[in-house]
């Protein structure tokens, strides 16, 4: 199964503390013991390397990086139809526009699963959303 991971997901998964890091590593462990694949976009990529770049903090930049570029990650085009489908999600739903952006990547990128920690998600219909529990 392909599961789009919301930028937070991966964020929490590459933190070292929290329960939400407990939380996101149980997950993603799970995702690869049932052969799911996370999938992302260069929206992701982008939220996920922004504050490691303001802090210089080199080591969690690398770790991003090495994340993105593993093989069995699956980097979701972010398209004119992602756009397009963006501005539906977002004029029906009032969601914000990155996470409209990551709904319809990951929609019209064959995806079959939403992964989130965003409760205010799970109400969106064209893709089953998950909340991380």
């Not at 930049?61 to 069995?72: E, I, K, Q």
């Not at 914000?96 to 064959?110: C, I, M, R, T, Y």
Request: net charge negative; aromatic share 10%; glycine share 6%.
């Amino acid at each position: 199964m392909l599961i789009y991971c919301d930028s937070v997901i991966l964020i929490y998964f590459l933190d070292s503390v929290g329960s939400f890091n407990v939380r996101s590593m149980a997950r993603m462990a799970a995702m690869q013991a049932a052969g799911d694949v996370p999938a992302f976009s260069d929206l992701t990529r982008l939220e996920c390397r922004v504050k490691p770049l303001k802090l210089g903090a080199a080591t969690t930049l690398t770790d991003f990086d090495a994340f993105f570029s593993h093989p069995d990650v699956r980097i979701v085009p972010i398209t004119t139809a992602v756009f397009d489908r963006a501005t539906i999600i977002r004029a029906a739903h009032n969601f914000k526009l990155g996470d409209s952006l990551h709904l319809a990547a990951a929609v019209e990128g064959g995806c079959e699963r939403f992964l989130t920690n965003d409760n205010r998600l799970a109400g969106f219909t064209d893709i089953p959303v998950e909340v991380l529990p």
